[in-house]
């Protein structure tokens, strides 16, 4: 039997201890992007504060090597993990499989009775699947939802074509995610002789098409994303976005902007500024650093670009993970070559964080997709540094314009050139920068405001 509570009141919720069940795409140690480490905190501040946490997490090391369904249940810092992995090919069709897995909801299901949770706190169902949603409304479990990027809307999960242009959601209904992340489907769909009659019968159907191998099925899988998501995200009790743009651009695709609250991320920095100041040599040239995956869409080619037009006394040094994007990363790196000022290293781990944010005066962040709010800005700033920043989804709203940092347009270049040029130039602009950056909200008060949010969930 789910438990119930006696009253609405937040506060009242909050003082009790809450079992919780945290639900992510991927967890440390193997995974620790942004999102992963972020549940790893906010789960071990809820247990700090006497909640009974544990973590459902998928393993998304797909290859079929030690058979078609794995689990593991280990403990990471703490923190109770039910680890599941399954191969591709486990279903007849993979497309549906990256958000609508009946299996694992059924896994799912049995992990929450066994649980027994007060609230189920989602970051990232890629993979695992938005069935998972309707089996907490089937037991009536209080269900927040984070939401860390665009993954409800596109299945790219960047919101941004192959082309490198923005995209503002699912065109046409989903018809335009065919041509973008499954061209070939869409070349296949485009000279069938029954291209009309598979539309035709995929409106009819009104989303309830089976999955399968056949071109109907395929097809049908990725036109009703858009619906299937939009539906099952509206069951949430309360939806949280961290910034103001990531809600705008939810609402301006059919989600209620009464359900969609805006909380800003908050950070465990600790001792971090006061780290960075010891570590710090007293001189060295003005350093430029770039921190994340060697991906396209995280722009660190532009950076290599802007220091070939650079003078003066200063260099620049990349940190990030070469494995996912090996061929962009092996030309970055070799197109950083030329240059002796500028350094392309490996990925830190979270202890060499400090020392790393020492090495450098100036984060440079060259997105050119509608980044969110990088924890690496958050943990930058609180480190004092200023940030360059593309202006750019969500980061426009941690980088004040010539206030603490500059922002530049997505893709140019040149016009980094220039902004990093000036800071060359004047040192007293950068001293004013440094001197004007305020640390960011806390991860003490990010966890109060998601207590506070179970308790009104609960409540309504």
Not at 8 to 17: A, F, P, Q, T
Not at 83 to 104: A, K, Q, S, T, V
Request: hydrophobic fraction near 40%; charged fraction near 25%.
């Amino acid at each position: 039997m789910t438990r119930r509570f006696d009253d609405g009141r937040s506060s009242e919720y909050r003082r009790r201890g809450l079992r919780i069940t945290l639900v992510v795409h991927q967890f440390p140690p193997n995974y620790f992007t942004g999102t992963e480490q972020y549940v790893l905190a906010v789960g071990r501040e809820l247990q700090r504060r006497g909640h009974d946490v544990d973590v459902f997490a998928l393993d998304p090391a797909f290859g079929e090597a030690t058979g078609p369904w794995r689990e593991s249940r280990e403990v990471v810092d703490g923190l109770p993990v039910r680890r599941i992995n399954f191969w591709m090919n486990l279903g007849r069709d993979w497309l549906r499989m990256e958000y609508r897995h009946p299996w694992m909801a059924e896994v799912f299901a049995a992990h929450l009775r066994e649980r027994d949770p007060d609230v189920v706190h989602t970051f990232h169902l890629r993979h695992l699947g938005a069935d998972l949603i309707d089996r907490c409304v089937e037991q009536h479990r209080t269900l927040v939802v984070s939401l860390m990027d665009f993954w409800f809307l596109c299945p790219r999960v960047i919101l941004i074509r192959p082309d490198g242009s923005a995209c503002d959601g699912p065109p046409d209904g989903g018809r335009g995610c065919l041509a973008c992340h499954a061209p070939e489907l869409a070349r296949q769909l485009d000279e069938s002789p029954v291209r009309d009659e598979i539309l035709t019968l995929h409106t009819a159907s009104r989303g309830e098409s089976r999955p399968g191998w056949d071109l109907r099925s395929r097809v049908a899988s990725l036109l009703e994303r858009p619906d299937y998501l939009r539906t099952r995200l509206a069951k949430a009790d309360a939806v949280i976005a961290p910034t103001r743009f990531l809600q705008s651009v939810f609402v301006a695709n059919g989600a209620d902007a009464a359900r969609i609250r805006h909380l800003s991320y908050g950070v465990d920095t600790g001792s971090l500024a006061a780290e960075v100041r010891a570590l710090r040599p007293a001189a060295r040239p003005l350093t430029f650093g770039f921190f994340g995956t060697y991906s396209p869409h995280k722009g660190p080619h532009l950076l290599v670009e802007a220091m070939r037009a650079i003078t003066g006394d200063c260099r620049a040094v990349l940190r990030g993970r070469a494995s996912d994007f090996p061929d962009y990363s092996a030309r970055l790196t070799q197109s950083a070559g030329g240059d002796p000022r500028v350094r392309v290293g490996e990925p830190f781990t979270r202890a060499q964080l400090a020392a790393a944010l020492a090495e450098i005066d100036v984060l440079v962040v060259p997105s050119t997709w509608h980044e969110n709010a990088p924890f690496v800005v958050l943990e930058a700033r609180a480190a004092g540094l200023p940030v360059v920043a593309s202006r750019f989804g969500g980061l426009a709203e941690v980088v004040e314009h010539e206030v603490d940092g500059e922002l530049f347009a997505p893709g140019d270049a040149d016009e980094l050139a220039r902004r990093l040029q000036r800071l060359v130039d004047e040192p007293a602009r950068l001293a004013r920068y440094r001197d004007a950056v305020r640390p960011p909200k806390t991860l003490t008060a990010a966890v109060d405001e998601f207590e506070a949010v179970y308790g009104e969930a609960a409540a309504r």
